[in-house]
């Protein structure tokens, strides 16, 4: 069993490191930002021969969250209550937690199973529950609308993309693979093109592959060649692409580095309203591998189901604001500890993780998906402002003119009108 699929299989056991075990060394937790992966699902596509590629097989729907999923997040839930025991309350307040979800059925159920753990039933005196189950509310935006999270609005994320296809290296990378290709096309009845275009679709294909193994369906002889690797390997760098070089790492994980990185300056400032202590995302694999990567601390390993990213702000004994990047992925370990490259050591001074991190932090996310087209739209811009204004101007003077040609004829007529009057009397 590969590597990847040992560390799934292994999130779904509780580790016994439940507690804080960062304040004694690095200072008392102040605020975190939590960013953790959906659990456990099924298949949403596979390749065209695929048997298995049946709704029978998966009664909960493609793409959607499984019971092993839904209890990996109660138990990661359960692993955070541990956790951030001395931080959050008992009982659940809107002034403590916001949860943001992407706009996808899974990641929304998993922030659900995820705050049962961490928020379970209040229980009354003498052991009696009370009866109440704490809901807790979960926020999403329409994925075409979703700035945080989305890319389907911002043009100059493609085109960074489609530069790609000059890089040297990536070339070097994929052609390695071209017989790896062919043999899918000629195996899957899968249609790629070129090795860019491809990548999501073998993301897709091993995806299945991966799902399908873990459920004990047999996969097919041909697959022994490519599965799990190189298709592994091929995957892993379709992952890096999206976040290959500082534009694209400020397009796609800048808007949502921003965010956190706001709200830890504003709560050490005593300016976040309102003064929460956690900030919760569920999202996906390729979100925190872009986070990761985008902060130059990604392993180049896949990004398993529940793992989790805590961002946490803390006030050292020395009253300075450090900030601290934990990583936990193995429910085996604790969490690792990640050093952000241009950072002293682990515990990172606030304001230089800031520095740190400014050429990848999104300020106007609408402006920097259209920076090129900014200027055409400026002069557009001026073009039809200057054409409504000549229009405006022509109008209000042929106005005037034709009030001022009415006028006049009005006073010529009284004129005559006057003088034959006065004709008439002599």
Not at 91 to 107: A, L, Q
Not at 362 to 367: A, E, G, I
Not at 370 to 375: D, N, Q
Request: charged share 20%; glycine share 4%.
């Amino acid at each position: 069993m590969n590597k990847f699929v040992s560390i799934v299989l292994g999130l779904c056991v509780v580790d016994v490191w439940g507690f804080d075990p960062l304040e004694s060394k690095y200072g008392q937790l102040v605020f975190s930002s939590v960013i953790y992966r959906h659990g456990d699902r099924a298949i949403y596509g596979s390749y065209a021969n695929d048997i298995w590629a049946d709704e029978k097989y998966w009664p909960m729907g493609f793409g959607q969250l499984t019971d092993i999923g839904i209890n990996q997040h109660l138990e990661l839930g359960k692993w955070l209550k541990e956790r951030y025991s001395d931080f959050l309350p008992d009982r659940y307040s809107p002034e403590d937690i916001y949860v943001r979800c992407t706009d996808v059925d899974r990641t929304i159920v998993s922030a659900l199973a995820n705050l049962k753990g961490m928020y379970p039933p209040i229980q009354g005196q003498e052991g009696r529950a009370e009866n109440f189950s704490q809901i807790v509310p979960v926020h999403t935006v329409a994925e075409g609308q979703d700035k945080l999270y989305s890319l389907d609005s911002c043009p100059r994320y493609d085109e960074e993309m489609l530069k790609l296809h000059n890089d040297v290296d990536l070339h070097k990378f994929y052609r390695q693979y071209d017989g790896v290709f062919q043999y899918i096309r000629q195996k899957s009845g899968l249609l790629l093109y070129t090795n860019f275009v491809e990548s999501n679709i073998t993301n897709m294909l091993y995806d299945a592959l991966l799902i399908e193994s873990l459920y004990n369906y047999t996969l097919p002889e041909w697959t022994k060649q490519i599965y799990p690797e190189p298709l592994e390997t091929i995957v892993i760098k379709n992952f890096e692409l999206s976040t290959y070089n500082t534009v694209l790492k400020k397009l796609r994980s800048g808007p949502l580095l921003k965010e956190i990185v706001t709200h830890m300056y504003e709560k050490a400032n005593g300016m976040l309203t309102p003064d929460r202590k956690l900030w919760v995302y569920s999202n996906h694999d390729f979100i925190i591998a872009s986070l990761l990567n985008t902060m130059n601390i990604y392993n180049h390993q896949l990004v398993p189901y529940a793992a989790c990213v805590m961002i946490e702000l803390r006030r050292n004994s020395n009253y300075n604001y450090v900030v601290i990047v934990s990583y936990r992925n193995d429910t085996q370990r604790r969490p690792y500890l990640l050093h952000v490259p241009g950072c002293d050591a682990v515990d990172c001074d606030l304001h230089t993780f800031i520095d740190v991190l400014t050429p990848v932090l999104s300020v106007d996310r609408d402006f920097e998906c259209f920076p090129e087209h900014a200027s055409d739209f400026l002069e557009l811009w001026f073009y039809f402002s200057t054409v409504i204004l000549i229009a405006v101007v022509l109008t209000l003077f042929s106005y005037m003119a034709s009030d001022k040609i009415a006028f006049c004829f009005k006073r010529r007529t009284d004129y005559i009108t006057s003088s034959e009057a006065i004709g008439s009397q002599v």
